[in-house]
């Protein structure tokens, strides 16, 4: 993750996701925070759509992210994140697309 706002994932435009585990880890060897917001299309990173703002993870440590699991993106919304260090928290995350039959 970087130290800027950045989009890690967009929903497909004819689709909408759903978020089913989320998690992070801090490989440095000093605390880091993080930030997540989950942008409707269109949308930008703001506090109208801030999930998690600035949680600590300890060096080393790893933790779920409860907030983020059963939560729906929209076509087009997307999920971005900062940290307060480049390289400091990677994150992995996984759920379904659903598309109209």
Partial sequence: MTNAVATYYT???AAKARIDAFSVV???GVAATFSIWLVPT???ADNTNLLVKD???AAGASGRILEAVGQWLGGGGTIQMSASATGS???LASGI?????
Wanted: proline share 5%.
């Fill in 42 to 44: 269109g949308g930008t």
């Fill in 26 to 28: 801090n490989y440095s």
């Fill in 97 to 101: 697309e659903q598309t109209a039959i």
């Fill in 89 to 91: 928290i990677t994150v």
């Fill in 11 to 13: 929903t497909p435009a």
């Fill in 55 to 57: 949680r600590s993870v």
